[in-house]
């Protein structure tokens, strides 16, 4: 079975100051890990995806994320916050072969970024 | 032009009743899904259609049952609506099983049972 861990509900940061927000999973096999961001009675929007290659991953509003397969972990970063970042952050994976395109989320990270 | 659209937005009803949620996708994709977010914000696959074949079906009360008309479309019918139905509902789509480019997903569906 494949799971996803945010151990953080809410991450507090001040704005211009880098942030960074922790996944960890657990698939047998290779994982498909993702990140979506939700901003408030929106829908989920995609970020950023690993399936294979270099480990550092860059993708929207400047948030990149680093996998790590000894750790088992996708933590999602960014050098400068914005304000306009405070939203709810999902890590997301699935085995990278069958299973459906079955993504399992993590709980969610609030994000909160302060002037 | 809004790539995966849910009608309605918001969705108020008593206990007992019946009701459905529509989505639609205009982005060319073969697979869709619908997720139950609830008041904690957890979210939940529940359903996932596949060139209108039905490939995930979690575990889900048969009252519920989606329909695929089309590979562009995903309706969700509700049967006998129980207070703990209450939740957010997304639709989402993507291209293919593989999954490698993401889903893209509806803004959502708030039913309220009362």
């Known amino acids: 079975a494949q799971s996803v861990a945010q151990p953080e509900d809410q991450v507090n940061v001040a704005e211009g100051n880098p942030l960074t927000v922790k996944c960890t999973y657990s698939?047998?096999?290779?994982?498909?890990l993702f990140w979506y961001v939700q901003y408030p009675n929106r829908g989920l929007q995609f970020l950023l995806k690993?399936?294979?290659?270099?480990?550092l991953v860059k993708g929207s509003y400047g948030f990149e994320a680093e996998f790590n397969k000894s750790q088992t972990s996708f933590h999602l970063k960014k050098p400068s916050a914005l304000v306009s970042d405070s939203a709810l952050y999902f890590c997301?994976?699935?085995?990278?072969?069958?299973?459906?395109?079955?993504?399992?989320f993590g709980t969610g990270t609030q994000l909160k970024v302060e002037l | 032009d809004t790539a995966v659209s849910q009608t309605p937005k918001y969705l108020v009803t008593q206990m007992g009743n019946d009701k459905s949620i529509k989505c639609e996708q205009n982005?060319?994709?073969?697979?869709m899904y619908w997720y139950k977010q609830d008041s904690k914000k957890f979210l939940k696959i529940m359903f996932s259609?596949?060139?209108?074949?039905?490939?995930i079906n979690e575990t889900v009360p048969n009252r519920f049952s989606p329909k695929s008309p089309d590979k562009a479309h995903l309706n969700l019918h509700i049967n006998s609506l129980e207070l703990g139905d209450s939740a957010v509902y997304f639709c989402?789509?993507?291209?293919?099983?593989?999954?490698?480019?993401?889903?893209?997903f509806g803004p959502g569906t708030r039913l309220t049972v009362t």
């Open positions: 989402a789509s993507s291209q293919g099983l593989a999954g490698g480019l993401g889903q893209y």
């Open positions: 698939v047998s096999g290779n994982p498909y």
């Open positions: 690993y399936i294979t290659g270099d480990n």
């Open positions: 997301a994976v699935r085995e990278g072969t069958g299973g459906g395109n079955k993504l399992t």
């Open positions: 982005l060319g994709h073969d697979t």
């Open positions: 259609y596949n060139n209108k074949e039905l490939i």
